[in-house]
């Protein structure tokens, strides 16, 4: 936005992929017409071609497509992973539908805008379940980012912690009498509930709420032997078997670790695997 402010910027986005790529559907670079540009279509091997299209755009005043790689005649231009990709370039002539975007993100809503290449438009739109080609235009869906609630005064919370705050992660750590007050506002679709207690009973408020909410991802700490016994305090609280089968136990996805470090890796891994199975 501070870019648009200061001068004709260009966004380019993915809109096809053909074969293997290091990016999915609807990633963006976005470049400035002093030739700075930021962001990722693909592992980084045509970013800066990208942006020379984009300039070439920008001095033409006109969109324009681009393939690279396979099916490209970019012939020194090649993909590493062997595929090819083609990107649209379009000159930004308000930014009214980025704002929106942002705007509604910012709320942790999903959000979406619609590029037509023919009228060289980029408006907001419903959001899909996935980016691609709806009706000759292109749809890019935006999602919150991933946000962590974490209940636990251990260790392993810590360091669990930690390793999501460098993930980019939005992370919430809960005591357990903060619960009741605002798990409701904290938890939502794009939140993961992770669980860290050695006491069944001091996780129990924070459970509770989870399994009411729309939480992604539920994951507990403890053996196969402890979540027998959780399951049987859920179910005599009136809780389902179908609720129950949103936990995690035992958490994580590689088997017992001995130290929080390990604990981490394998539970951060088993959020961002489960996220990426629910919103592909």
């Not at 800066?48 to 001095?59: G, H, I, R, T, Y």
């Not at 231009?77 to 993100?105: M, N, S």
């Not at 292109?138 to 209940?151: D, E, G, H, K, N």
């Not at 609720?243 to 961002?272: E, H, N, Q």
């Amino acid at each position: 936005m501070e870019a648009f402010a200061q001068g004709s910027v260009a966004i380019a986005t993915l809109v096809e992929i053909r074969g293997g790529a290091a990016r999915s559907l609807g990633s963006h670079v976005v470049v400035s017409a002093d030739g700075r540009y930021c962001g990722y279509v693909s592992g980084g091997c045509v970013e800066a071609a990208v942006a020379a299209e984009a300039l070439l755009a920008l001095e033409e005043r006109c969109d324009r497509t681009v393939m690279f790689g396979e099916g490209s005649p970019f012939i020194d231009i090649v993909l590493p992973c062997g595929g090819g990709i083609t990107v649209a370039i379009h000159l930004l002539r308000k930014i009214t539908a980025i704002e929106h975007v942002l705007d509604t993100v910012k709320q942790r809503r999903p959000a979406a805008l619609r590029y037509s290449f023919v009228t060289q438009s980029l408006e907001p739109a419903e959001p899909v379940t996935r980016a691609g080609w709806q009706n000759g235009s292109f749809v890019t869906v935006y999602r919150p980012t991933t946000r962590v609630v974490l209940s636990g005064q251990t260790v392993e919370a810590q360091t669990v912690a930690r390793v999501a705050e460098v993930a980019g992660y939005d992370v919430v750590v809960w005591h357990p009498r903060e619960v009741a007050l605002s798990g409701s506002q904290i938890i939502d679709p794009f939140t993961a509930v992770i669980l860290l207690h050695h006491d069944l009973d001091q996780e129990a408020a924070t459970l509770h709420v989870a399994l009411r909410s729309g939480a992604f991802y539920i994951g507990a700490l403890g053996s196969t032997r402890t979540h027998k016994r959780r399951e049987d305090q859920l179910i005599k609280s009136g809780f389902s078997e179908i609720d129950l089968s949103r936990i995690k136990a035992p958490i994580g996805v590689f088997g017992p670790t001995r130290d929080a470090s390990s604990l981490a890796l394998s539970v951060l891994a088993d959020v961002a695997a489960t996220r990426l199975m629910v919103y592909a």
